[in-house]
């Protein structure tokens, strides 16, 4: 099961590193992804990259603002996330597809993935 890490509160415009940690050996050949819950609002997709970092897709709320990236070595997957503002306040889940073993391709489909973790919480204010 995924483990996040990194959350926090910031100030507008400031910047967090997320991590999240998957043990075990799929990780690697996994499709991973990060979503977001805020408080009274549906779930939604922020980021996703595939096995080898050659997909990446990202929602147009985050675009320009925040790069996910892997380190399989690490079992490791991050979120940068830059230019914060109060709307991006949220819980912060991370979330892999095991079953797309070294696929291309890459999801925002939060029903395509098979393991979540339990959050971390975001909180962009001044």
């Known amino acids: 099961q995924p483990v996040e890490s990194g959350g926090g509160l910031v100030q507008p415009g400031g910047s967090l590193k997320l991590s999240c940690v998957v043990p075990g050996r799929t990780f690697r050949s996994s499709v991973m992804g990060w979503f977001r819950q805020a408080p009274g609002k549906e779930r939604e997709f922020v980021a996703t990259?595939?096995?080898?970092?050659?997909?990446?897709l990202y929602a147009d709320s985050v675009k320009g603002r925040f790069v996910t990236t892997r380190d399989n070595a690490r079992n490791t997957v991050y979120l940068q996330m830059n230019s914060l503002t109060p709307e991006d306040t949220a819980v912060y889940y991370c979330a892999a597809d095991a079953r797309k073993r070294y696929s291309s391709s890459c999801s925002s489909r939060g029903s395509e993935y098979d393991s979540w973790g339990q959050g971390t919480q975001v909180t962009v204010s001044s």
């Open positions: 990259i595939n096995w080898s970092g050659g997909c990446t």
